[in-house]
């Protein structure tokens, strides 16, 4: 190993050396229960790093170079990537050291910001309840072109950028939004007010991993066990008659993971669709995040919520 620690004030009542991962807390180091130490790096002779601590958990290394000061902002990452992958940094930083030398592109060198890993991983990440239901609603909205499609609370940064690219979109949410962006016109509603005044408003509306926050606080609304009832009541009002509603939420064995989100049994959501809504497709998103696309919906599935702990159903409808 190149670390050579040099110990300091050793924190009373903590355990010893042994774990591998860097795990940060607000007062000492405990990978090796160390506080003000200080150690240096092998292969930077005379190049001290001192540890200092800040209250968010968060460590700042600081490398007093003639020129520069180093840091890394470490947060998650194992001590192992930062023992494998820093030699490779210092080397490749020395070899573009030394080619600027020769060129006149005119780029000046600021702080380090070390990317260690990114080399070695995949392109993207192509999987997710988010990365498959955006992209699979978008493409039903695009197909099916409605008049006016209105989307409550699903992603703006995901979902209702994808629809924006290529259609105007009405959103409604009961955060504000502050930003002005082509193609999305805002309107902030409370969806689980008793007294949501639109009806039959829209021909096409969306609602994407939104309905299992209502009423439990988590983005400032009220407290209400039965919030997302009274939010899927509005969401009927406000669609007309022959409508499409794009409808997903997580799907798994029943519960309230409060304040975070409730997950739904297939079956409760089979129920609640009723014959207020046709089912014209749908699709799930399983625990390993990966989608099964228009999937028939058989008894002994929906009873076993199509394996899943804690996946992603997707549902598209059409008004009765």
Known sequence: MPW???????????????????????QYFSYNSLRDRTFEYQGLPRQIEKFHWWNNGKIAIER?????????FIKGTSLSVYLKHLPGFWKDYRKIKNQAKNSKAGFSFGKLYPCLEEA???????SGHYFHQDLLVAGRVFKNNPVKHVDIGSRIDGF???????????VFDIRELSNTIQNIHFRR??????????H?????????????HFGLGRYGDEINYDGHIIGWENIYKTLKKGGKLYFSVPIGPQRIEFNAHRVFSVKYLVDLIGDRYKIDSFSYVDDKGNLC????????????NFSC??????????KS
Do not use: P
Request: hydrophobic residues 35%; charged residues 25%; aromatic residues 10%.
């Open 120 to 126: 070695e991983s995949e392109s993207g990440v192509a």
């Open 4 to 26: 050579n620690f040099k110990a300091g004030d050793q924190a009373k009542g903590r355990r010893g050396l042994g774990r591998k991962n860097f795990l940060l807390t607000k």
């Open 293 to 304: 696309s228009n999937v028939s919906l058989e008894k002994s599935s929906i009873d076993k």
């Open 64 to 72: 007093e170079l003639s020129l520069m000061q180093f840091r890394v």
């Open 200 to 212: 039959d408003y829209c021909d096409s509306l969306s609602c994407l991993h939104a309905l299992e």
């Open 309 to 318: 702990k804690y996946g992603c159903g997707i549902f598209e409808l059409s």
């Open 189 to 198: 509603f409370n969806l689980i007010d008793k007294n949501f005044s639109l």
């Open 160 to 170: 209702v950028a994808h629809v924006a690219s290529f259609r105007e979109i009405e």
